[in-house]
């Protein structure tokens, strides 16, 4: 990012500033940084704008996670009641549960759902033929655009005891109904859905790399293996940091719809993650202000979660994303 | 130059923030209601929720006779049951309420926004016909009483819906084709499975059959939990009560079905039906079209014995022919039978929560007079059944017969698709007989069975009444520990049906349910007090 805007601002053409005058105004150096740059910041205007408007001015609600909702006074018209909300779901019977879910199903999914497309992206990459690469990479990324509805029919129907195609290695329940089993059925259906379109990103940066380097791997003898590990690996690392620091950003996040659907009385001490539990409390039970609580809660920590993995990703590997 | 090119830019920048406002603003404005028509009538503003919008309330005749009663013209906007519950509680925050609201609200929104529902009793003067359907129907003016003011009216769909809304249904032919009795208590329906399952009565050859079919674990519509009342324990499981929220009283003392010894038998005994493969493994897991497939299956062969639903045609379509109602069953045979209990669920069969009014309504004189319309018989039976002459024909007397030819649309077998049907605002008295209602003499030949059953009720000791509405931080506190018992229990209820355990299981499970921060007692405390303000009433 710091090296785009670098280049940005030397490839604007105009002439060289004069170095000995006299520090100008506020003002004036402003005056002067929008006549230069001003097609600049008209090209980033619509970007800003949609984000003031759509990120930050509603941001102003927030504050309705400290406050008594009272419809008739507005969002943000109740009575400041401080942490109560907090509190109230820190100290919810739920909450541990809640948060255990949580991060079990995500943390689960984010491990997994990181490291497969790695691995499906070096195997396609090692594909000779064209055309049988094109099919594959087809085949692997077609599920990606089922819809979830549809996705947790097929995973009742495959799981259904008896007569699907997994449900009936499985006796005579369905592993939907199975708490221990669900976060697997969630993570392994994640990854199968998604791992062909996630590759995609990876194939594209092994693509581009300097063909000259497995020649020269090749002439000092390495093997398959090691031209993966020293040549393909190395190549495709910094995207991988900024994807799973980018993901580390949604680590408290688990989908609503697809656990939502795959909720049901059997499994559900397994399946309550905070969005479900924000959607009962919130939406069905119509406390705004509780529910926008817990939310923001959840925002808070994931903004650490992703600011966490990026200093530690700074210090270790110098890739960040600020 | 350089002047000229910064006023440039301030214009660009000046137009595109301009732009960017608009925006909104554009998406929000354009839907002004005006409050006359051009020929100087008042408008009034209604909308309705349906479940099938095919023929739309502008169109149907008893849109003009109401605008003939109250002199002003009707805007009617419909909104199907999908999009009203996504929009609902959208809709209340932005304070975007209808002048009139048919079937939208209920007395929770009432009481978390109380201002935005306009109190009836200031205006009962001008609403004769409402007057009188309160003193005919006090139940039905209790359901919306909050000291002394109304805030929602609701509806009274007559006799025929005077029924429990839950039966359990057995497939007479399978008994007959196995020469078995009709079973009367829990073993011998036991048995009855048994042999359902192993001789082949629906006579293909196959064991295909599925001897018993439930819905979900629940206190809501069709719960299998209505067994409990074969243990003398009343449930009524149906609408916003505290029973559909977990609570029955005995003895005036309010308790939870979830820590009763008694929702312990009826656990057990659905664990052994399924240990014995006597209802279908996959119950809790399966998708609900499975069910419908199950107990309708292609209209032919039955697939089902047993199972609990609205009325036998609605619960098996074309097979309705093969099913009776199975009569309350006793949980064993030495019980005397006045202990047998059934669903009380009448009182939310035939009344519901159905209109409200915008206390900012502009037009307030012509809104009560489209209201009181509505309540009077003609009308009534029109918003319910269909307009007369066209679908309905008055034959004089209050008897009143539906052209089932002309008004049972679409396949249906009610007259949803050219009336309100049960989104109806009105009241149909008893001196109204109605006939050809197929929806009403269906539940009804269905209810016949459970009525010995259900005079054994005391509605008065052994029912929470329906009225009873708990205040806006009361109900958040029960919903809070709701969501927290629910997780917990119904869970383990399942489990308990599914995998079994429950004689082992049990006490730790009590002993889990009580522990004080799942706030059980804390709902049965909440509870009490209002029934015995109710009860002391």
């Not at chain 2, 069969?349 to 502009?362: C, K, M, Q």
Request: proline share 4%; aromatic share 12%; charged share 20%.
């Amino acid at each position: 990012m710091a090296t785009h805007m670098q280049s940005a601002s030397v490839a604007v053409p105009g002439g060289s500033v004069s170095s000995n005058r006299p520090k100008p105004g506020f003002m004036s150096r402003l005056a002067y940084h929008l006549q230069r740059y001003w097609q600049l910041w008209i090209l980033v205007a619509p970007g800003l704008i949609f984000m003031f408007l759509f990120a930050y001015v509603p941001m102003w609600g927030i504050q309705l996670a400290f406050r008594e909702f009272e419809p008739s006074k507005g969002l943000t018209g109740g009575d400041w009641v401080g942490f109560k909300y907090f509190i109230q779901f820190f100290q919810s019977p739920l909450f541990g549960q809640i948060m255990w879910n949580t991060v079990r199903i995500s943390l689960w999914t984010l491990v997994m759902g990181f490291i497969f497309p790695i691995i499906l992206a070096l195997l396609i990459n090692q594909i000779g033929s064209k055309k049988v690469k094109g099919f594959v990479q087809t085949v692997t990324y077609m599920p990606h655009f089922i819809s979830v509805v549809v996705i947790v029919s097929m995973l009742n129907i495959f799981l259904s005891p008896g007569s699907g195609i997994i449900g009936r290695f499985f006796g005579d329940t369905s592993l939907m109904g199975n708490s221990g089993a669900i976060t697997a059925v969630y993570w392994i259906s994640e990854v199968w859905q998604h791992c062909g379109w996630n590759c995609i990103i990876y194939l594209a940066a092994l693509s581009g790399v300097d063909t000259s380097l497995y020649e020269a791997a090749k002439m000092d003898g390495a093997s398959r293996l090691q031209l993966i590990r020293y040549v393909d690996l190395p190549a495709i690392m910094p995207t991988c940091t900024i994807l799973l620091i980018m993901q580390m950003g949604s680590v408290l996040n688990v989908g609503f719809d697809k656990i939502y659907l795959m909720q049901n009385t059997l499994n559900q001490t397994a399946t309550e993650v905070i969005s479900t539990y924000t959607y009962k409390i919130g939406i069905l039970g119509g406390q705004f202000e509780y529910s926008t609580a817990i939310g923001l809660f959840n925002t808070v920590i994931n903004f650490l979660f992703l600011m966490i993995a990026n200093g530690i990703s700074k210090k270790v590997n110098d890739a960040s994303i600020f | 130059m350089r002047h000229s090119s910064l006023r440039g830019v301030k214009l660009a920048v000046a137009a595109v923030a301009a732009a960017a406002m608009m925006m909104p603003l554009a998406a929000c404005g354009g839907d002004d209601h005006p409050a006359t028509a051009d020929d100087g009538k008042p408008i009034v503003y209604i909308t309705v929720r349906r479940n099938v919008t095919d023929v739309h309330v502008k169109d149907m005749p008893f849109t003009q006779e109401l605008e003939a009663a109250c002199d002003c013209h009707i805007e009617w906007e419909e909104i199907t049951d999908n999009a009203w519950g996504q929009q609902k509680s959208a809709k209340m925050v932005a304070g975007d309420f209808p002048d009139v609201g048919l079937s939208l609200f209920d007395l929770n929104d009432v009481s978390q926004y109380p201002d935005s529902f306009l109190d009836f009793s200031e205006y009962m003067d001008q609403l004769p016909n409402v007057k009188k359907f309160f003193e005919d129907r006090p139940t039905a003016e209790k359901m919306v009483n909050d000291d002394g003011h109304y805030y929602l009216l609701p509806s009274d769909r007559g006799k025929g819906y005077r029924v429990s809304a839950t039966h359990m249904f057995i497939n007479q032919t399978w008994l007959d084709n196995l020469g078995l009795e009709m079973p009367t208590t829990w073993d011998e329906l036991e048995q009855v499975l048994i042999a359902f399952k192993n001789e082949d009565p629906n006579g293909n050859g196959e064991a295909d059959e599925i001897p018993m079919n439930i819905r979900d674990l629940g206190f809501g519509l069709w719960s299998p939990l209505v067994l409990l009342n074969s243990t003398g324990i009343v449930t009524n499981f149906m609408g916003n009560s505290a029973s559909t929220q977990g609570y029955y009283v005995e003895d005036g003392e309010v308790k939870s079905y979830y820590a009763a010894d008694e929702m312990k038998d009826v656990i057990a005994f659905y664990s052994k039906l399924m240990s014995e493969g006597l209802i279908p493994k996959d119950t809790f897991t399966r998708d609900d079209s499975q069910y419908a497939s199950q107990t309708q299956n292609d209209g032919k062969t039955a697939l089902t014995g047993v199972s609990i639903g609205w009325s036998s045609a609605n619960e098996y379509g074309d097979l309705v022919d093969q099913y009776v109602t199975l009569p309350p069953l006793k949980q064993s045979a030495d019980m005397p039978d006045e202990d047998v209990k059934w669903d009380y669920s009448m009182d939310a069969t035939e009344f519901a929560y159905v209109l409200s009014v915008n206390p900012d309504a502009v037009n307030m004189d012509a809104v009560m007079k489209v209201i009181n319309a509505m309540y009077g018989e003609k009308l009534s039976v029109e918003g319910y059944f269909g307009s007369i002459p066209d679908y309905v024909s008055d034959d004089g007397n209050g008897q009143y017969t539906i052209d089932t030819e002309k008004a049972y649309v679409n396949g249906r077998k009610d007259t949803a698709v050219i009336a309100l049907q049960d989104r109806f605002a009105g009241y149909i008295p008893d001196s109204v007989t109605m006939i050809n209602d197929t929806n009403a003499d269906e539940v009804t030949a269905s209810d016949e069975a459970c009525r010995d059953a259900l005079a054994n009720v005391d509605a008065e000791k052994e029912v929470i009444p329906i009225w009873i509405h708990p205040t806006q931080e009361d109900n958040e506190t029960l919903a809070n520990n709701r969501t927290a018992i629910d997780n917990f229990a119904m869970n383990q209820l399942s489990t308990f049906v599914q995998n079994g355990g429950v004689e082992e299981g049990w006490d730790n499970y009590l002993q889990q349910l009580t522990a004080e921060s799942l706030g059980l007692q804390e709902n049965i405390d909440i509870w009490q007090k209002y029934y015995d303000e109710a009860v002391g009433q």
